[in-house]
């Protein structure tokens, strides 16, 4: 550690407790910086693309996660360095942002980071390559909208849509029944989409997984489902046109939140308080019957009385639903969350067309369905398979999936995927290149060399020769004009991705490069890192 | 420079081929490890918990044995989890999921060396599932239409379900049993309704079905040991000291006689509810909850027969079988529906009372007592005829049956092998050695049965090369035999649960190239 001396040799105390500290600085700050973030990418190199692999993550619990999800991944892995979880967290961004690509922007990153390391070795000052990057990735983002191409759909005609959920969906477990998954897809989010305002409220779909059956019997409910039975095991198991009281408040006598006491000293009053609380009851109870509810679904539990005055006067209840269900539950039947009984009033019910319960396999599992709502715009998506990790895998392609539908619906701008895209910004911003006097020149070809290593990473993934594959896809884009030939990944035999449907959407990419920039300039730029030594 | 590290202290990754290894060899090992139990002659296992006690489990059923291991590796994780899906859908076949799964993985293990992609290894098989699926597809009989030919496939089943299990010597008793009970189901696939009642004393064959209902309670004191044509009320409500439920109420007084006072009215509003419930002109009282001697001693004096703390399973099919409505208030006795039934009497069971209802207007649930040396046998006597009604109920909704004794699986191979040879390209190899995946769990069963395996399948083979062969393999006289003639039968929802779920399972673990495992969790130190 480089310390300063004073006259008498004693060293200025700069830090506090700086002996116990440990300090990279200058070159080798930016070097274990670089090689941490490259760590980082090649773990995710090989789940890229519709041959990619699956991790398998074991947690801190022992549980295990296999996915294929960059974003997952990351978080699960439980990284310690601070590098490390700068890429975590730009992983994360892209999930936020787009939800899909989150691979993809880990991987450029890394190898952005690679040739910035070479550059650094030519003696190339670290902020020069930053500014390099930054004008290379603007030049990139331009050629992006350039290629782009619009895409017309709308309710009647989804097959675009369907088409690029696939795209998505062909790199996951799911890929077997990618079709059915991407209509579904599709269709949820048509269903909660406004079309006007290009807006999809991604809150109203909800994905809700029931281990058993298979893959195929995934589909999707126009309704809620929600993981909770009748009160009572006697109550009817289906109530057609349900007219839904939605309640927060507990078939409980009053609990005032002041503290107080009532205090019995008598027997009259002993038995004006029992009166009191049957009536209680019975009163609310009455008031559910009264407004003409037909189905009471509660968040909270009922007395034993309770339940079976529900019963007896023919009014089926649902208990302890959580508040998020509620509220779903709420929005999509029209109703009202009331939070007293005495609020209750017949507008304020919510709508369905069917309410039943269906139970599932040998063991004691029912689910509430209800369906036909009012308002429909509120869909659940339930999937069925095999075991619990193919659920949650599952259920992290179908939410990709939605979150790909709704970029489109935002912007229906698409790029061509297979990394065509990336090939096409290559060489558009290696051209670029020449234009510029300075070192930065240098930097905008690194970074026209780092697009270039998604498309090889892709053609690694899927057991192709990545140089030779990548020069001819290359060569063949420069010498047709044609921005869309991209990896054949599928073995399908033609390389023009529009010919194979491999579409990807235009702000999933831009966000991609500009992300991965951005952690790449901040990477660069730190040149001191000072950590607390180990013990 | 060395590489930088990115994961904490304790934690590991292990990658590309190490990681396959690792997870073939997990998988593999705990395939091998269950792989001795299938079969009519498949050995049992004894387990021993790690808990206070040590509790000694004797079973056969996969899915029990691979839940009570604790395993660490990842992949072998997978593999305990679809047997416990297994169970929970279809009940059965918990074993060949485990064994199908890992032979598919020792079949992929060679290709992978062989230097052929995972990913071209799992197209292939997808195209081999999907080609075994359509071979099975094709091959069911489903006798919904005939009810007499439908109940002897029950049967079949029932049989061929318990040939594997400790109850095989008297199958036939306890597979009239399985299919009485789900019968009288009728559709339904809520087995709580089949209560099974486990008494030690006496032999196996001593288990009996009953039509009726059989609680595990005692009959109050002085109250009658037997009521003829009852009247039942099932209730679930408080009957010691009716609490106030409203909240913060307590009682202060201020005098001895104030306190006794309370207390008499609340011993009057006990009596007050007790005759509001003799009020429903009923003879028998059930509750969930405790019933304190006050009031037990009023239902006495009433002559009605009084019982409590019936558990929350027991109140449930009495309300069933009695065909009353669970009640918790008794203000307007006119529309509470009471429950009926013939005949309620005390029984004995070996050297314990029990209650014994019969003539039950609605005949839905029932109860099978089983009886054996020990508690251990009645233990897995419980869980083999669990796994016999999980299967008979799911057949009974879907009643597309099969053969068995292995002849789906060579019905299967064969498809399967077809289709490989007609497939161009690396994924034939992977769809030639989902066949062979497929072959191993006849041989499988043929080894555990102390057979000449490769000789038995050969022969099988050749057999299914002619159309609409009924041949499997025949464990009692060690040959090869004509399945439909000796009465062999499996449930085509539990063979297709099984070809998928292995499937999906091997898939799963193939597409991993690397695994990450996170430091474990630091248990706080309790001092």
């Known amino acids: 550690m480089a310390l300063a001396f004073d006259e008498f040799g004693r060293p200025f105390i700069i ?5 116990q500290k440990t300090r990279i600085r200058g070159l080798d700050a930016q070097k274990a910086n670089i090689a941490a973030g490259k760590a980082v990418a090649r773990i995710l190199r090989t789940s890229l693309g519709p041959k990619g692999m699956d991790k398998m993550l074991q947690s801190p619990d022992g549980d295990v996660t296999i996915t294929n999800d960059g974003a997952t991944i990351l978080e699960q892995m439980d990284v310690d360095n601070q590098i490390a ?15 899909d690509g989150t691979t993809g922007v880990v991987v450029l990153a890394g190898s952005l980071l690679e040739q910035a390391e070479k550059l650094l070795e030519r003696g190339i000052h670290p902020i020069r390559i930053a500014e390099g990057y930054e004008l290379a990735s603007r030049i990139a983002v331009e050629h992006l909208e350039h290629i782009a191409q619009k895409f017309e759909f709308g309710p009647s005609n989804i097959e675009p849509l369907v088409q690029t959920c696939m795209t998505t969906l ?28 290009k807006d999809v409220n991604l809150d109203l779909i909800k994905v809700e997984g029931k281990v058993g059956g298979k893959l195929e019997d995934t589909e999707l409910v126009y309704g809620i489902i929600v993981d909770k039975d009748m009160s009572h095991p006697q109550m009817p198991k289906r109530i057609e046109d349900a007219k839904i009281a939605i309640l927060t408040c507990p078939f409980e006598p009053p609990k005032p939140k002041t503290k107080h006491k009532v205090d019995i000293d008598t027997v009259e009053k002993f038995q004006t308080l029992r009166q ?157 290149a020449d234009r510029y006097p300075g070192v930065e020149q240098y930097a905008i070809r690194g970074f026209a060399d780092a697009l270039d290593s998604i498309p090889m990473a892709l053609a690694e993934n899927s057991g192709l020769q990545p140089i030779e594959t990548l020069s001819a896809v290359k060569s063949e884009q420069i010498k047709e004009n044609n921005p869309f030939c991209g990896i054949d990944c599928n073995d399908v035999g033609t390389n023009d991705m529009r010919k194979q449907y491999v579409f990807e959407t235009l702000i999933g990419k831009q966000q991609q490069i500009l992300l991965a920039t951005q952690v790449v300039k901040m990477i660069l730029k730190i040149d001191d890192v000072i950590s607390p030594s180990e013990y | 420079m060395a590489v930088e590290k990115i994961l904490k202290d304790d934690a590991s990754e292990e990658k590309g081929e190490r990681a396959r290894m ?42 029990t044995i691979l839940k009570s291991l604790h395993i660490d590796n990842p992949a072998a994780k997978v593999l305990v989890d679809i047997s416990k899906v297994q169970d929970d859908e279809v009940g059965d076949g918990t074993t060949s999921v485990v064994v199908l799964a890992g032979e598919l993985l020792r079949e992929a293990e060679k290709l992978v060396n062989s230097k052929i992609h995972p990913m071209t290894i799992i197209s292939g098989y997808r195209m081999a599932a999907d080609a075994a699926r359509n071979a099975l597809l094709q091959k069911v009989v489903d006798n919904k239409e005939d009810a007499e030919k439908f109940r002897s496939d ?159 399973d027991g109140i449930e099919r009495l309300a069933l079988v009695t065909g009353g409505e669970i009640a918790s208030t008794f203000d307007n006795p006119e529309s509470v529906k009471l429950g009926h039934c013939k005949l309620i009497e005390e029984i004995m069971i070996g050297e314990d009372k029990l209650i014994h209802f019969s003539g039950c207007e609605m005949g839905q649930a029932c109860t099978i007592v089983l009886r054996g040396a020990s508690q251990h046998v009645l233990d897995e006597a419980d869980r083999s005829l669990h796994d016999a009604l999980c299967v008979l109920s799911q057949t009974v909704n879907d009643s597309r049956v099969l053969l068995g004794g292995g002849w789906p699986e060579m019905i299967m191979a064969k498809e399967v092998d077809e289709l490989a040879r007609k497939t161009p390209g690396k994924k034939s190899l ?18 555990n049965a102390g057979l000449d395996s490769a000789e038995l399948v050969a022969q099988l083979r050749a057999e299914h090369h002619r159309e609409g062969c009924n041949a499997g393999i025949d464990v009692i006289t060690g040959s090869v035999g004509d399945m439909a003639a000796l009465g062999i039968s499996e449930s085509f929802k539990v063979k297709q649960a099984v070809l998928l779920s292995a499937t999906e399972a091997a898939e799963m673990i193939l597409r991993v190239d690397e695994i990450i495992t996170c430091a474990p969790r630091r248990r706080e130190d309790r001092m």
């Open chain 2, 154 to 312: 029950l049967m079949k089943i029932a049989m061929t379900t318990l040939s594997s299990k400790i109850l095989s010597q008297d199958k036939e008793h306890f597979a009239q049993l399985a299919v009485d009970a789900v019968m009288r189901l009728k559709g339904s696939t809520n087995l709580e309704a089949i209560q099974i009642i486990k008494k030690p004393g006496g032999s196996l064959k001593d288990s009996f079905l009953d039509e009726g209902f059989i609680l595990d309670k005692k009959i109050g004191i002085g109250q009658p040991k037997r009521i003829e044509n009852a009247k039942i009320l099932v209730a679930n409500t408080a009957m010691d000291t009716d609490k106030v439920k409203i909240y913060g109420a307590r009682v202060r007084v201020d005098s001895m006689s104030k306190v006794a006072e309370i207390e008499a009215a609340e011993k009057q509003k006990m009596r007050e509810k007790v005759q509001k419930i003799i009020g429903h002109g009923i003879n028998c009282f059930i509750n969930r909850q405790l019933i304190y001697n006050f009031p037990e001693e009023l239902f006495a004096d009433a002559g009605i027969l009084a019982i409590e703390h019936a558990d929350f």
């Open chain 1, 15 to 19: 830090l506090k407790e700086q002996e």
């Open chain 1, 276 to 432: 009191q609380e049957q009536k209680y009851f019975d009163d609310m109870v009455q008031k559910c019957k009264d407004v003409g509810a037909t189905l009471v679904i509660c968040q909270w539990g009922f007395d034993d009385e309770a339940n079976h005055l529900l019963m007896h006067r023919n009014l089926p209840a649902v208990r302890w639903v959580g508040g998020v269900e509620l509220e779903l539950i709420a929005i999509a039947t029209g109703g009202r969350i009331v939070p007293r009984f005495q609020e209750l009033t017949p507008d304020k019910l919510g709508k369905a067309g069917l309410v039943r319960e269906k139970s599932f396999g040998t063991t004691k599992d029912r689910m509430l369905y209800i369906e036909h709502c009012a308002n429909s715009k509120a869909v659940t998506v339930f999937i069925r398979g095999g075991n619990k990790m193919m659920i949650e895998e599952t259920k992290r392609s179908i939410h990709d999936a939605l979150c790909v539908a709704r970029n489109l619906i935002r912007n229906n701008s698409i790029v061509y995927g297979g990394g065509s895209a990336e090939i096409a910004c290559s060489i558009a911003v290696e051209a670029a």
């Open chain 1, 85 to 99: 979880k700068l890429m975590v967290e730009l992983s994360r961004s892209q999930d936020y942002e787009i939800g």
């Open chain 2, 22 to 63: 690792a997870s073939f060899i997990g998988a593999m090992a705990i395939a091998d490890l269950v792989k001795t139990t299938l079969g009519p002659k498949g050995m049992d296992k004894i387990l021993q918990s790690t808990g206070r006690g040590q509790l000694v489990t004797v079973t056969n059923d996969g899915a």
């Open chain 1, 170 to 197: 062909s790199s996951k477990i799911v890929n077997r029944c990618k079709r059915d998954m991407a209509e579904i897809a599709v269709k949820a989010v048509l269903a909660v989409a406004d079309l006007e305002r």
């Open chain 2, 430 to 447: 992977a769809i030639e050695a989902f066949s062979k995946s497929l072959l191993a769990i006849p041989t499988i069963i043929a080894d």
